[in-house]
């Protein structure tokens, strides 16, 4: 550690006064909180849906216009419909927050000369940071003094590799333009770790100036808009709101014309447009995004916006970056080069004596407790013996910190036998001139080390020399026996493989975007299995290409390297413009702007920045790229029952409409009231959906290629459906109205009640019919549909045995006889399309089970 004596007078640091001038100046050193929502928020974005804004309207008229009791109780259902999306949403947010709640995080820095820790966000341009390993830095700042520096800047360029920082106090270069990621500058960045060694810095920007506060300003500049889902249900609903207007323009003037009661039929024609107005819709959808935002989380998927749920169903491209999604972001061993030949690491395996010494020499130049990931990866593999044996110091007796001049770390130790070995680490060609290799065999040596970067390797050389007394000073001057080549790669998740093939069986495209060196980019893309035949793309060619030729090129490249963060913004904006309905992951902050841009963002949770999970709709909790394709397949389950869902309320509207209809047509008494379409649409309908939801998805879910984009969620084929299964239940139950008043005589009380029963039975059978896409009715996960059967069951019974609520429907209960008729007419009414499932070839596929 550093310490403020060691510093000099050059970079002895604000004063206190100066710093609180600037601080109140310049603002403090934070990013945008971001588009996080209060719960004020979230109920006056919901009250502007069009589906809560047609229901709470319809309510208020029919409140007014009719029995104020009536009216409270469809204020209340609409109350409760928006209660349950309003909540939903503020518990993601909610998640969130408890996500990103951490301790406030302190740094040091001099104030008036002294070594002192403040609040981070208290840090200003002109502050002396100090910071040493394992520290995040807190501003972008010039290395002014301290050693050489290893950092690692992947939260900002991908690369998981570390880059080298050498100290410089020539305040001419705080203003010089560097970017993250370039190697042997004096530049450091907010964000980025220090793996190796301990900096004094002096901060240049802060806050939203910083490079990191860059990148989450432009999320400003991104414009959000509706998912598919919503302006494919708007559109329904407004489709079905004119028709709505036109029966109640039709009822009211029937009623004005025949029979001179213009109240009477602007009261009626309101009732008519209540049962058209289809207020199951915003329940419905929020029940189903609810509920699978509720499966996603027992999986560790946080959802932000629960309609992108679907909108993932219907993804056709899923653009993945390399560190921290489809690799770990770590660093492990791969391959070793001794005089003996080459070895690869397998697991458990065997490694000759070569092999094991040029370990043992690589730990002995690796620190003791390691935060540089290729130090962890040589100790991992080493062993702990390496450092640890018998008689061996625990410490290392000297070391020599990368310098500018040598790119290389030596670390001096004593040895058990009482002599000393000095070994070295560092990059191939440091270590060749360290060993003064011939200049032939440093060249065959580079053409290993170009063999292994075509791997996807980062590749570092290692040597060491035995000292008897003398210790030199400059290690130039040692005598070292260069040892051998370590190749170390950043894994692929184990996981990646398998689910990089069940999207492409999916007809989704897998785009793999990275600030890697394109061999590595390529390798990794190979052994991912990402489709590396058009082979790939740098960011040099993304900026400079016409955007109309990139939209050209992206529909075969699908590896892209040494990408900057607006040029993954430009690849997302060009696929979106071909039409693509984009997907993208990532963990980093050069990740956000092309996450906000997507139409499904996905972030990491645990590797992942706060900038990358503010600007996500999806945060994975445990970094499972397996979870993202599990979500693609609920997104397509969730779409496929919505379709069904709303296929089975169109349906069952066409009776309740027609029923509230034909009979003042025909002269008639009116066969519902409002409290019967209310018990219909608020209680019997929302609840069988719950059926709908709980539909498992066919095991040729993930066979298919993604719907097309724009397809509607209830087009042409939906409808001539669902207006045969309606028209079919109406003629019967109206049949039966009819009938019971004009050829049987029977009382206005029974015949409405025999009516009402058949009507509600054939409600449940079609909901049981449109929803068994397996053809299997009593299958293990319709337990739910059978309870919600039950429960009707009271409710009816409540209806009919109960004289004051009797009084309020106006229904008496029917005979056992006409009682067995009515429902034998209800599940005929319902049912009749069921008969589909006799045709093999319209069985639907057999599902594998219940998603969890």
């Known amino acids: 550690m550093i310490a403020a004596e060691d510093v000099t ?21 934070e990013m945008d909180p971001g588009r996080s929502r209060s719960v004020i928020a979230i109920v006056f974005e919901t009250l502007k849906e069009p589906m809560f804004l047609l229901l709470i309207a319809a309510a208020t008229i029919y409140a007014f216009m009719g029995d104020l009791g009536e009216g409270l109780f469809l204020l209340g259902g609409a109350g ?7 909540f939903q949403e503020a518990r993601s947010e909610q998640a969130l927050r408890a996500l990103r709640q951490l301790a406030q995080p302190q740094s040091r820095v001099l104030r008036d000369g002294a070594d002192c820790r403040v609040p981070a966000r208290e840090i200003v341009p002109g502050d002396i940071v100090l910071a040493g390993e394992g520290e995040r830095l807190p501003v972008d700042g010039l290395l002014v003094a301290g050693d050489v520096l290893s950092v690692d800047e992947s939260v900002l360029t991908g690369e998981s590799a570390p880059v080298a920082k050498t100290p410089s106090q020539d305040a001419s270069l705080a203003d010089e333009g560097a970017r993250p990621g370039s190697t042997a500058t004096h530049h450091v960045f907010a964000g980025t770790l220090i793996v190796r060694g301990q900096a004094v810095i002096q901060a240049t920007r802060t806050g939203a100036q910083s490079a990191l506060g860059r990148i989450g300003s432009s999320l400003a500049d991104i414009e959000h808009e509706r998912t598919p889902l919503q302006q494919s249900t708007g559109k329904l609903i407004g489709y079905l709101g004119l028709v709505a207007l036109a029966f109640c323009s039709l009822t009211a003037a029937t009623y004005g014309l025949l029979l001179g009661d213009w109240p009477g039929g602007a009261l009626a024609g309101i009732t008519v447009a209540i049962a058209l107005i289809p207020e199951e819709f ?73 092999v094991r010494e040029l370990l043992q020499i690589a730990a002995l130049a690796s620190a003791v407790r390691p935060v540089d990931p290729m130090d962890r990866a040589v100790r991992a593999l080493s062993g702990a013996a390496a450092l640890t044996g018998a008689g061996m110091a625990p410490e290392p007796e000297r070391a020599w910190p990368l310098t500018p001049s040598l790119l290389a770390v030596i670390q001096l130790w004593q040895m058990p036998d009482g002599a000393r070995v000095a070994a070295a680490k560092g990059a191939p060609e440091a270590i060749f001139r360290l060993c003064r290799l011939p200049q032939d065999q440093a060249a065959h040596m580079m053409s290993i080390v170009e063999s292994y970067a075509g791997l996807g390797l980062r590749v570092l050389g290692v040597a060491s020399v035995h000292l008897k007394d003398r210790i030199f000073e400059d290690p130039l001057l040692g005598d070292f026996r260069f040892s051998g080549l370590i190749g170390f790669i950043d894994p692929l998740r184990a996981e990646v493989p398998q689910a990089l093939q069940e999207a492409r069986r999916a007809g989704i495209k897998v785009v793999m975007i990275t600030g890697d060196h394109p061999t590595t980019a390529m390798a990794i893309a190979a052994a991912a299995g990402i489709d590396t035949a058009a082979g790939f793309m740098v960011g040099s060619e993304i900026e400079e290409l016409p955007f109309e030729v990139l939209c050209e090129k992206l529909k075969t490249v699908r590896v892209f390297a040494r990408i900057a963060p607006e040029q993954k913004l430009r690849i997302v904006q060009a696929l979106r413009q071909d039409g693509e309905i984009v997907a993208m992951t990532g963990d980093g902050v050069n990740d956000a702007p092309a996450l906000e841009a997507a139409h499904i963002g996905v972030a990491m949770g645990q590797r992942g920045t706060d900038v990358a999970r503010e600007a996500a709709d999806l945060i994975l909790l445990n970094d499972s790229f397996a979870s993202i394709v599990g979500a693609v397949r609920l997104g397509r389950r969730i779409f496929s029952n919505l379709r069904r869902a709303i296929t089975y309320i ?90 019971l008043l004009t050829v049987c005589g029977a009382a206005e009380p029974v015949a409405r009640g025999a009516a009402f029963i058949a009507l509600v039975v054939g409600n449940l059978v079609l909901a049981l019919t449109d ?29 009919f045995t109960i004289d004051p609520v009797s009084a309020i429907f106006a229904v008496d209960l029917p005979g056992a006889g006409l009682l067995a008729i009515a429902v034998g007419i209800g599940l005929a009414g319902g049912g009749w399309t069921a008969l589909r499932f006799l045709w093999p070839a319209n069985t639907p596929e057999r599902p594998e089970g219940i998603p969890k």
């Open 771 to 799: 929803s068994a896409a397996s053809g299997r009715i009593f299958a293990p996960h319709r337990r739910v549909f059978w309870a919600i059967v039950a429960g009707v069951a009271v409710v009816l019974v409540i209806v």
């Open 282 to 354: 915003p329940m419905v959808l929020a029940i189903f995004l609810a509920l699978g935002a509720w499966r996603l989380a027992t999986h560790k998927v946080l959802v932000r916006r629960s309609a992108v749920i679907e909108t993932l169903g219907g993804a056709t491209v899923l653009c993945a970056d390399k560190t921290g999604t489809l690799t770990e972001n770590r660093m492990q061993v791969a391959r070793l080069w001794t005089q003996e030949g080459q070895q690869v690491i397998v697991p458990d395996g065997d490694m000759s004596a070569p």
């Open 9 to 29: 007078l050059k970079v002895q640091g604000l004063g206190s006064e100066e710093a609180r001038r600037r601080l109140q100046e310049l603002g403090p050193n």
């Open 650 to 739: 169109i349906a069952i509207h066409i009776p309740i409409a027609g029923l509230a209809l034909l009979p003042l047509l025909v002269g008639l008494p009116p066969l519902f009231f409002p409290m019967h379409i209310v018990l219909l649409e608020l209680v019997i309908d929302p609840t069988c959906a719950l059926v709908f939801e709980a539909e498992p998805s066919d095991r040729k879910a993930m066979q298919r290629p993604p719907r097309r984009s724009g397809e509607l969620l209830f087009g042409r084929r939906e409808l001539v459906f669902a207006l045969l299964q309606g028209a079919g239940l109406l003629a019967a139950v109206f049949a039966l109205y009819w009938s």
């Open 80 to 86: 409760a419909a928006i209660g349950l999306v309003i």
